[in-house]
T-cell receptor, first 115, second 113 residues
Framework: DTEVTQTPKHLVMGMTNKKSLKCEQHMGHRAMYWYKQKAKKPPELMFVYSYEKLSINESVPSRFSPECPNSSLLNLHLHALQPEDSALYLC??????????????FGSGTRLTVV | AQSVTQLGSHVSVSEGALVLLRCNYSSSVPPYLFWYVQYPNQGLQLLLKYTSAATLVKGINGFEAEFKKSETSFHLTKPSAHMSDAAEYFCAVSVQGAQKLVFGQGTRLTINP
């Protein structure tokens, strides 16, 4: 299995809702990442998990709450989002966070719309 | 800190013509360089990468890139464009021990019939 699987593919939520994005990989990778991508822009790093521990938080607002229950699974919990948070949310993984010559394997993303 | 600059936010070529997408990097230590492709409403797919071995790197879908340290460049080429190559292309840089990739702004490639 050489894929990163993200669910759901599309999500529409109101500003008072709570929802979660899910990311799963079975490649044995020990680093997982959340990126946010606005239209016509490059991906922007949000969080890095290394060996199930949060190692980087790029000053992301607390309405985004990441969770890494085990080495294969990464969640992003959403609460009280704003319309400007509408974007494509990408998950990625790599063997380790410091082994950067690997590059990342990306999932196909969750298209989030906040109404 | 590392950075990449992609010259040209939009490149348009005719089907069968040469594709050249430009990427210049900045890094105080030896870099690792990557090209990713993104089709509409999809994630990023790795095309190829330079990790300090051969300077001419061949990737998927007939693409290749050459690392030129003297020019701090890592341009992406394909001899003959196909309609299916229409997509957004991102150059990215990292270094040993770093925990993240730094992406360029992207180049949208359009193929004219």
């Amino acid at each position: 299995d050489t894929e990163v699987t993200q669910t759901p593919k599309h999500l529409v939520m109101g500003m008072t809702n709570k929802k979660s994005l899910k990311c799963e990989q079975h490649m044995g990778h020990r680093a997982m990442y959340w990126y946010k991508q606005k239209a016509k822009k490059p991906p922007e790093l949000m969080f890095v998990y290394s060996y199930e521990k949060l190692s980087i938080n790029e000053s992301v607002p607390s309405r985004f709450s990441p969770e890494c229950p085990n080495s294969s699974l990464l969640n992003l919990h959403l609460h009280a989002l704003q319309p400007e948070d509408s974007a494509l949310y990408l998950c990625a993984s790599s063997p380790t966070s410091g082994f950067s010559n690997y590059g990342y394997t990306f999932g196909s993303g969750t298209r989030l719309t906040v109404v | 800190a590392q950075s990449v600059t992609q010259l040209g936010s939009h490149v348009s070529v005719s089907e069968g013509a040469l594709v050249l997408l430009r990427c210049n990097y900045s890094s105080s230590v030896p870099p690792y360089l990557f090209w990713y492709v993104q089709y509409p409403n999809q994630g990023l797919q790795l095309l190829l990468k330079y990790t300090s071995a051969a300077t001419l790197v061949k990737g998927i879908n007939g693409f290749e890139a050459e690392f030129k340290k003297s020019e701090t460049s890592f341009h992406l080429t394909k001899p003959s464009a196909h309609m299916s190559d229409a997509a957004e292309y991102f150059c990215a840089v990292s270094v040993q021990g770093a925990q993240k990739l730094v992406f360029g702004q992207g180049t949208r490639l359009t193929i004219n019939p």
